[in-house]
């Protein structure tokens, strides 16, 4: 709107676009073929189109004739391009003015009425001019908002400037249209005497004042204020309109029943605009802001509703019925506070293809229920950039936006509900669909600040299939205070829906009753893509994060975040990160569940109940306590279901169960690392039990088992009702020992520690030990124990690895068979103990260096038996020495003469090399060692294969006191370890054939080698 003049009751303005300033020039005809050039308008209000402007510029203009150009004007086809042809005006060539002048066209022949909100075109074309003869118009720089308003036709159609050129440029082609004007109360007092005797196009100016009246608008005129009148409705309609292309502008209404009404019985009305009203303070029974019957294709910009404090029935912010097409733009309702009945901000009934943008409700507080936007069989709608807050039904529900049987509905930009707060004990709902399918929310939404005392749901779905969240969602700081239930996001035989952005579900609380994060009832095939975050559940009875019933074929593909769940009493269960029921073919992954907390009965990660062929992948739960029964996952009557990546660690309860399978049967669990599991009465890391039917042909594929405790703990027990169960390579600590194995009768097992055996004498050890027990008379098992080449030492031979059985103190061999290429050793075992692998020991060698050594004969070899036999065995071996224990002082052997003597099992001895030597020694290992040690130094050796260190050897020796050893490298002592002196980090380590001086403090002591 860039100029107005008024003058005898007609107001004209003129309309341009752009910058207006002269910068390109467009010639016609040209090379490119064009043949008309066009601007856009679009009338503000009724009015009469008048003249046109062009700037014409003179450059490049060759020869034109005198027949000129035609200036044309059509109507919009829809598209913003050009329609039908409503008239053209012919301006010779003489009578067209060069920039810097502008040729004036009077288009007032024409007769032409255009309504307020409609489109037109103004272009030109040059009228039989001959290739090269052109005219130019002119057009302004393109660089100002994106309008698209600018056209050219050529090469058979219609294209904007923007799209041939890469140029938004507007030409400069002014428009001015005229409105007829009557002054209200100057012309006529009344508003409606002023309608009575206005004609179709005419524009009604209203002064200051209040006007007590019902007005009635059954004309196509323009009703606009002059500066801020009010329409007092007293009770009744304060503006009913029921004719089409009726504009309303700046007008504020007060104390009606309905605000403006719409409709007209004959035919459907359309073409209204309403632009920046005010209607507040509506009276009544009930009462409407704006009422829509039968309207299609109206405009409302700027509107406010507001202060419906005094109506006793029901309220509408805007109530539309049958009426489609309809735009709102930036609309604000509040204090619709009403004492009886119900509240709704939007009220929608069969209302098709309406937009709103820039929707802000709040202050809703009616005594029944209140509804933010209410939809029912209303299709095809669109919201944008909507807040909806302080939603306080004293009795009722409160809803922040409700559909019924309404499909194809979209939401986007900044949806934001806040503040629902049913006062008595009624429900709560954020969104709430139901019957409503392939609505679309399209962007981020916030649900916030919901607070009740019976049941709230942050968004709620109801037989309502194929809806589409694209962006993130967020619910937060939700209280219900004394009522039953509280679910983040709800769904009711709802299929086929899809949550493509993360949701956080934060600061939730139900007070007294219990919680769901995402709850699937009788809902099939919906997907989950975002990552679900649920931290800080408080949750007085029973918890859930996720919890599916009798749903299948869903999809949770993000990471699912459940963390600081601490607030849980479990009355009636407990607690489940992930709960299905009875729900089979869903995929989960990747989990992250930790830190839940109960103070009753059950906490678990993830719990199925009668749920099959489901998929869980990178599962990780952590940190689970305080409950009589403590899972990380748990099975019953669940079959046929897969976990693949699965961590369960950090458990704790009255009894604890990393994975715990009751009557279910053909799961698989791939790679499962179980570790830490506390049991205050029982524990297992993978527990099998049920009566009087088990669970059957389970697999567990890979896994490590460790650190399970409790007074009885296992890392696995499988009860005697469970059969054809396959473990395949699972690693119990401490050892740690990795086993595969299929059992009959129940079977347990579970890892050992050091203290509880002594190692076999003479044989090597692999560090591979396993507790087995039976759980009936005939239970069997058929373990495998892997090993890696690593763990076979260089003095066995990997052939020799067998079984063996701790039989009492003693290891028994029991049949086995080794598997050299695939490094296991396999038994069938059928009595049981405490198994482990040995091998024997047959070879080591040692390397020493020149001068002198202390060593032992670790094993018992026919080529030597002296100590002259020991020193010819040996290269450049000259002298073997022995200690006299009685006498405290050395014994010598020469080589090749003098003093000879027996080399005695578990002894030490020193031997002096003139040169380093390797040597190598094969034989068997030593069984049986008995050494009667002196008061004072006493020279042993070290025969076991693993090496033991200074402390653990002065513990095992009776009122030994200190461990002396050399280094022979360096020719010298190294520090004693004295029992009464240590010094922190200093433990010698002494391997197999090394001999150390013990020094006894007062007796005689008897040493068995260990």
């Excluded at 062929?613 to 689970?624: A, G, K, P, Q, Y």
């Excluded at 507790?771 to 005939?778: L, M, P, Q, S």
Aim: aromatic residues 14%; glycine residues 10%.
């Amino acid at each position: 709107l860039l100029a107005m003049n008024a003058n005898a009751g007609i107001i004209c303005e003129r309309l341009q676009y752009g910058n207006f300033v002269p910068t390109y020039y467009w010639t016609i005809p040209d090379a490119h073929g064009d043949d008309y050039f066009n601007e856009r308008f679009t009338m503000q209000y009724n009015g009469h189109l008048t003249r046109a402007y062009l700037t014409m510029y003179q450059a490049g203009s060759v020869n034109i004739t005198g027949e000129g150009i035609d200036v044309i004007v059509w109507d919009d086809d829809g598209f913003g391009f050009p329609g039908t042809e409503l008239g053209r005006v012919n301006i010779p060539y003489d009578n067209i003015a060069i920039f810097p002048g502008e040729t004036e066209v009077n288009l007032t022949p024409l007769g032409l009425l255009f309504t307020a909100g409609q489109d037109f075109h103004i272009g030109y074309t040059t009228v039989n001019q001959a290739a090269g003869n052109v005219m130019a118009i002119l057009s302004d720089d393109g660089s100002g908002p994106l309008l698209n308003r600018s056209s050219e036709y050529w090469g058979g159609g219609w294209g904007l400037m923007i799209n041939d050129w890469g140029l938004d440029v507007d030409f400069l082609i002014a428009a001015e249209v005229c409105y007829d004007i009557v002054y209200v109360p100057d012309d006529y007092p009344t508003i409606q005497d002023a309608i009575n005797n206005a004609t179709d196009g005419d524009t009604i100016v209203v002064r200051d004042g209040t006007y007590y009246e019902n007005v009635v608008v059954n004309k196509s005129i323009t009703l606009m204020a002059g500066s801020s009148p009010v329409i007092d409705g007293m009770g009744g309609t304060g503006i009913n309109i029921t004719a089409n292309n009726t504009v309303v502008q700046d007008m504020t209404i007060i104390n009606c029943s309905t605000g403006v009404y719409i409709h007209n019985d004959s035919f459907t009305i359309h073409g209204v605009l309403l632009d920046n009203n005010t209607i507040c303070n509506a009276t009544g029974t009930d009462a409407y802001g704006i009422s829509l019957l039968e309207a299609q294709d109206n405009t409302f910009e700027n509107t406010t509703i507001c202060n419906f404090t005094q109506v006793t029935g029901t309220a509408y912010g805007v109530y539309m019925v049958e009426s489609n097409g309809s735009e709102f733009i930036n609309l604000t309702i509040y204090e619709l506070d009403v004492v009886v009945q119900t509240d709704y901000g939007i009220y929608l009934d069969n209302s098709h293809w309406n937009n709103f943008t820039g929707i802000v409700i709040y202050d809703l507080n009616g005594d029944s229920a209140d509804y933010g936007i209410y939809l029912t069989d209303s299709n095809n709608n669109s919201f944008e950039n909507t807040s909806i807050y302080n939603v306080t039904a004293s009795n009722g529900d409160a809803y922040g936006i409700y559909l019924s049987h309404s499909d194809n509905n979209t939401f986007s930009e900044n949806m934001s509900i806040l503040n629902l707060d049913p006062i008595a004990d009624f429900d709560v709902f954020g969104i709430y669909l139901t019957s409503s399918d392939n609505n679309e929310f399209m962007d981020n939404v916030t649900i916030s600040d919901m607070e009740g005392d019976y049941y709230g749901y942050g968004i709620y779905f109801s037989s309502s299939d194929n809806n589409t969240f694209f962006g993130d969602i967020a619910i937060s700081n939700v209280t219900l205070h004394s009522g039953e239930i509280g679910y983040g996001i709800y769904l009711s035989s709802s299929d086929n829906n899809t949550f493509l952005g993360g949701i956080d579900i934060l600061d939730f609380e139900v007070e007294a009753g219990d919680g769901y994060g995402v709850y699937l009832t009788s809902s099939d095939n919906n997907t989950f893509s975002g990552n679900i975050t649920i931290p800080d559940f408080d949750i007085y009875h029973d918890a859930y994060g996720v919890y599916l019933n009798n749903s299948d074929d869903n999809n949770f593909t993000g990471l699912i975040n459940l963390s600081d769940w601490g607030y849980p009493t479990g009355m009636d269960f407990g607690i489940s990160g992930i709960y299905l029921n009875r729900s089979d073919h869903n995929l989960f992954g990747p989990l992250l569940i930790y830190d839940l907390r109960c103070s009753w009965y059950v906490v678990s990660g993830i719990f199925l109940n009668y749920s099959d062929d489901n998929t869980f992948d990178n599962t990780t739960i952590n940190d689970l306590s305080n409950g009589l029964n403590v899972y990380g996952v748990y099975l019953n009557h669940s079959d046929g279901n897969a976990f693949n990546s699965t961590v369960v660690e950090n458990m704790s309860g009255d009894y604890a169960y990393g994975l715990k399978m009751s009557k279910s049967h053909n799961n698989v669990f791939n790679h499962t690392n179980i570790s830490r599991i506390e049991g205050f009465t029982e524990a297992s890391g993978i527990g099998v039990s049920s009566y009087p039917s088990g669970s059957d042909n389970n697999v567990f594929n890979g896994g490590n088992i460790s650190n399970i405790t409790a007074p009885a703990w296992w890392s696995f027990h499988f009860c005697e009702y469970s059969d054809n169960n396959t473990i395949i390579n699972y690693t119990l600590s401490s050892y740690p020992t990795t086993v595969s194995f299929i059992y009959g009768n129940g079977i347990a097992l579970k890892s050992v520690q050091k203290s509880e055996f002594v190692l076999k004498p003479g044989y090597v050890d692999i560090g591979k030990f396993i507790n087995i027990t039976n759980i009936t008379a005939t239970s069997w098992i058929n373990i495998t124990i892997h090993y890696d080449d690593e763990d076979v030492p260089e003095y066995t031979k990997e052939t020799t690895l067998r079984f063996y059985e701790l039989n009492q103190s003693q290891w028994e061999p029991m049949p086995s068979t080794v598997n050299e290429a695939s490094n296991y050793v396999n038994a069938n075992i059928t009595s049981f103990s405490i198994y482990g692998i040995f091998g024997n020991f047959t070879t080591i060698t040692f390397n020493l260096s020149e001068g002198w050594n202390m060593i032992t004969i670790p094993l018992i070899n026919d080529s030597f038996s002296t100590a002259e036999e020991l020193g010819t065995f040996i290269p450049n071996c000259t002298i073997v020495a022995l200690w006299s224990a009685k006498e405290q002082r050395y014994v010598s052997h020469i080589v090749g003469f003098g003093y000879d003597f027996d080399i005695v099992n578990g002894t030490g001895y020193f031997i002096y090399v003139t040169d380093d030597t390797q040597v190598t020694l094969n034989g068997s290992g030593i069984k049986e060692i008995n050494l009667s040690l002196k008061t004072g130094y006493d020279l042993i050796g070290w025969t076991h294969s693993l090496p033991t260190n200074a402390s653990t050897l002065l513990s095992h020796i009776t009122n030994c006191v200190k461990v002396a050893t050399w280094n022979a490298s360096q020719q010298m002592w190294m520090p004693e370890y004295m029992a009464f002196q240590q010094v922190p980090g200093f433990d010698p380590e002494i391997i197999a054939g090394e001999g150390m001086f013990v020094f006894i403090i007062s007796g005689t002591t008897q040493w068995d080698g260990d």
